[in-house]
């Protein structure tokens, strides 16, 4: 299993500390040596004040070695660091923690600096204080203190750079400190401001950025509540489906186990999640040459190939896989549960007379598991009105009506009307220099 773990992939689009729950999950795998993966670790936390866990690390590294005095070293100069800067951004703490000042701040920031100037002394560089010292509670584990400093940097401050700092680190923290509701929020605003262009620098960074936002989202989409139905709204929108195409093909394993998780969308969900599987299987067999895992094979064995056989396989591969998933391991009972539905309303879809003993088999069940679980599919599904089972036979029959041929024939031309239609607008847009936009050319090559 250990070739399809992609922990080598996504760590180098994450921040050191984001990094670490991963490599801790990592050594209680048997994917990969234990000596390897302490060395990993110590070499992130080398790189953090994190002092007294790097000691540590070094310590099971080489047990029979004293730890450096570079380690005391580095922990006075922490202390001292902190010290200094603490005393830095004191005077905007004693400011911020006044319920006067929250009360006179108001949405103009050039407002609220010189009402802070004019009432209470402060300076940008004061504030700017308030920014490193949020960025040194982080490096040093204090997530909730970090995200605190640095939300009240943000508030006050007028420098882009820095607030877009800030809001990678605000982010981070909320995601270390297991906030999910204000991670979400966080990951909304900064995945606004990506999109609007709003950050400084090349328009390739625009590109990195997102990269990286889809590495970090993973951390939010799959511990909060609706994060896999969010997950398929942003991942399937046009640029950031791009983004996976272009620069990180492996979160395909994420979106593809989204899609099935949410083979049942929840009511009001909107046209995108209740496609979302159909898309995916489509991104799947565009991407096939530059990436594929169990999971994505599962997807194109089944709807793709029609190989039941190998969908069956694929999925005992992929069950093992996710279990390893440091994003999906609490997932691979419900990715399994709903393989499954998907598994059996393929095969009643493509035949009219089903052995239940060979449809368990398909299944990875026992023929009484099967049986149960096939009952249960037509009795819970829409399949209900045109499936009966012969308990005598041990055989499912589909009495599934003709489709009228008039219905086939418009079905086909509408969607033909919708293709000529978004070519020729995106013809025409690029006729009068006017570049198309990318959910055109989207509906185009459909």
């Not at 994450?14 to 490599?23: C, K, N």
């Not at 593809?256 to 898309?279: F, Q």
């Not at 096939?374 to 599904?381: G, H, K, P, T």
């Not at 418009?410 to 978004?422: A, C, E, M, W």
Request: proline share 4%; glycine share 4%; aromatic share 10%.
């Amino acid at each position: 299993m250990a070739e399809w773990d992609l922990t080598k992939r996504i760590v180098p689009h994450l921040d050191r500390h984001l990094s670490m729950p991963m490599l801790a999950h990592l050594s209680e795998t048997p994917l990969f040596a234990v000596q390897d993966i302490q060395l990993a670790q110590y070499e992130l936390a080398k790189g953090t004040n994190m002092v007294d866990y790097a000691a540590q690390l070094f310590s099971q590294l080489h047990p029979d070695k004293e730890i450096p005095a570079e380690f005391e070293e580095k922990r006075r100069n922490t202390l001292l660091t902190h010290q200094r800067l603490q005393d830095e951004a004191q005077a905007v703490l004693d400011v911020i923690e006044n319920p006067d000042v929250a009360q006179a701040l108001r949405q103009d920031k050039e407002h609220n600096l010189q009402y802070l100037k004019d009432n209470y002394n402060l300076t940008l560089d004061q504030i700017t204080a308030l920014y490193h010292f949020g960025q040194f509670q982080y490096s040093y584990g204090n997530y909730s203190g970090a995200a605190d400093y640095l939300y009240h940097f943000r508030v006050l401050s007028t420098d882009a750079e820095l607030n877009t700092s800030a809001q990678w680190g605000k982010l981070a923290s909320d995601i270390l400190s297991g906030k999910w509701d204000a991670a979400l929020q966080e990951l909304d605003t900064l995945r606004d401001s990506i999109d609007s262009r709003a950050l400084p620098g090349p328009a390739i960074n625009q590109l990195h950025s997102r990269t990286w936002l889809l590495h970090w989202s993973l951390f939010v989409y799959f511990n909060h509540p609706s994060g896999r139905t969010l997950l398929l709204e942003t991942f399937l929108s046009p640029v950031y489906l791009n983004t996976i195409q272009t620069a990180c093909p492996w979160i395909l394993r994420y979106l593809a186990a989204a899609a099935v998780l949410s083979r049942a969308p929840p009511p009001g969900a909107s046209p995108r999640v209740r496609s979302a599987l159909r898309e995916v299987i489509k991104v799947v067999q565009m991407e096939e040459y530059q990436y594929q895992d169990p999971v994505t094979s599962f997807l194109k064995e089944l709807y793709l190939e029609f190989d039941f056989e190998a969908a069956q396989q694929q999925l005992s591969l992929a069950e093992q896989v996710l279990s390893e998933d440091f994003f999906l391991g609490e997932f691979a009972a419900d990715f399994l549960d709903n393989a499954r539905y998907l598994i059996t309303e393929a095969y009643c879809r493509t035949y009219q007379k089903i052995d239940i003993r060979d449809l368990s088999q398909r299944l990875n069940l026992s023929p009484d598991e099967g049986e149960k679980w096939v009952v249960n599919l037509i009795r819970e599904s829409r399949m209900g009105a045109d499936a009966k089972i012969d308990l005598d036979k041990n055989v499912i029959e589909i009495f599934r009506p003709a489709a009228p041929v008039y219905q086939s024939v418009i079905d086909k031309t509408r969607g033909l009307h919708l293709r000529t239609s978004g070519l020729g607008t995106a013809i025409s847009r690029i006729g009068s220099g006017v570049p198309a936009s990318a959910a055109d050319t989207t509906v185009a090559v459909r």
